[in-house]
């Protein structure tokens, strides 16, 4: 009888380890927020599992450009707010950002074999002077990538010799294009065909998305190097 107390105190720490085992195995263990209680909570149908994110190229393409092609991507002007942008190659060539863009036409140069910037520059196709454009577009040589963006009023200063120079460089929305249209155009100096890339939407108060502007433009795309040869 004496040893009836003994034999109390080990049942009872053996029923209190085994208590404890069971309890965390059920609650998952300590630091674990309650896994297992939460899983008798949760339906698989309020259970939420996170969506794999869309993996995006060189300047937010959806896919790699092929090999000797150049990444590109790039949105004209919405009315006369939000200024265009250029990207090439994952680096922004021109935007608001880096306060390179303005009303009119917005152009970079680049080097089609080493895909480097040449120059960038916006030209006032409002109340400038075109003969600074003609300037800039006149002397390219032979394999030049010319990347240009519309902003507000791309045309009202545009004249014969400006439309056949874009026309000579892959173009065949420069002839029309008119006051306050909207237009992202990828071309290149020497080329024999019409370019691939080239978007132009008429200003016309019937389809325009703003009050008197047409809707911006978005293109993307991988135009090909040029070789060293031109």
Known sequence: MRLAGPFRIVALIVTAGLTWIVISTFLGGPGSGFPRIQQLFTSPENSVTAEPRARKYKCGLPQPCPEEHLAFR??????????????????????????????????????????????A?????????????????????????????SYDDPATKMNEETRRLFGELGSRSARELAFRDSWVFVGAKGVQDKSPFEQHVKNSRHTNKYEGWPEALEMEGCVPRRNAAG
Do not use: Q, Y
């Open 74 to 119: 790039m949105v004209s002007g919405a009315a006369n707010v939000i200024g265009p942008k250029i990207c090439l190659e994952d680096k922004m060539l021109m935007s608001s950002v880096k306060d390179n863009v303005g009303r009119g036409l917005n152009i970079a140069l680049v080097n089609g074999v080493s895909g480097e910037l040449i120059e």
């Open 121 to 149: 520059r916006a030209f006032d196709m409002w109340a400038g002077d075109v003969n600074d454009l003609l300037k800039f577009i006149r002397p390219l040589h032979e394999g030049t990538l010319v990347f240009v963006a």
